[in-house]
T-cell receptor
Framework: GNSVTQMEGPVTLSEEAFLTINCTYTATGYPSLFWYVQYPGEGLQLLLKATKADDKGSNKGFEATYRKETTSFHLEKGSVQVSDSAVYFCALTLIQGAQKLVFGQGTRLTINP | DTAVSQTPKYLVTQMGNDKSIKCEQNLGHDTMYWYKQDSKKFLKIMFSYNNKELIINETVPNRFSPKSPDKAHLNLHINSLELGDSAVYFC?????????????FGEGSRLTVL
């Protein structure tokens, strides 16, 4: 089946630290990969995505590269801010047929000033 | 203008009651979804509708009945509520099937069953 495994949280960092949140996937076909972010009290919103191998998604200083050989899509940011505190979800979808996002378990990130 | 809006935002009710959550999107999308987020933040799809037609039904108890009166609305009715139904329910919408596009989520409806 299709599944996503994320780094266990919670993750606590100081402002300006380097961030990596690991994500690996299992899929029967060729998925598109996503990172969604959920700020406190809000719904999820798309942070970035990549639709094929070696694509790099980027947004708001965050980056993730679609690595087919390691089935990974790790999220990175060079210098985090307090406002980045949120829950981050890695997800995949197979674009053939019904579109169904399969989420990882989420990683809570807290950034201290 | 909110793109995907859900009501109510909070719902507290007793076991055995019946309740509904409404969802509306003004993005012109054809496809809408219900996701359930449990207390550990794990998100799982429940249903998906495309142009008012059910296309995904993920082993959800038949106490849960989605209804889509038109492609801009997808409501969720829950009969005989149980303690385990306590969760945050998210509505979402997206462009047509097969495009691999972004899902737009509502702010969630927190259901607490006592």
């Amino acid at each position: 089946g299709n599944s996503v495994t994320q780094m266990e949280g919670p993750v606590t960092l100081s402002e300006e630290a380097f961030l990596t949140i690991n994500c690996t996937y299992t899929a029967t076909g060729y998925p598109s990969l996503f990172w969604y972010v959920q700020y406190p009290g809000e719904g999820l919103q798309l942070l970035l995505k990549a639709t094929k191998a070696d694509d790099k998604g980027s947004n708001k200083g965050f980056e993730a590269t679609y690595r087919k050989e390691t089935t990974s899509f790790h999220l990175e940011k060079g210098s985090v801010q307090v406002s980045d505190s949120a829950v981050y979800f890695c997800a995949l979808t197979l674009i053939q047929g019904a579109q169904k996002l399969v989420f990882g378990q989420g990683t809570r990130l807290t950034i201290n000033p | 203008d909110t793109a995907v809006s859900q009501t109510p935002k909070y719902l507290v009710t007793q076991m055995g009651n019946d309740k509904s959550i409404k969802c509306e999107q003004n993005l012109g999308h054809d496809t809408m979804y219900w996701y359930k987020q449990d207390s550990k933040k794990f998100l799982k799809i429940m249903f998906s509708y495309n142009n008012k037609e059910l296309i995904i039904n993920e082993t959800v108890p038949n106490r849960f009945s989605p209804k889509s009166p038109d492609k801009a609305h997808l409501n969720l009715h829950i009969n005989s509520l149980e303690l385990g139904d306590s969760a945050v329910y998210f509505c979402a919408s997206s462009r047509p099937l097969g495009t691999g596009g972004e899902l737009f989520f509502g702010e969630g409806s927190r259901l607490t069953v006592l």
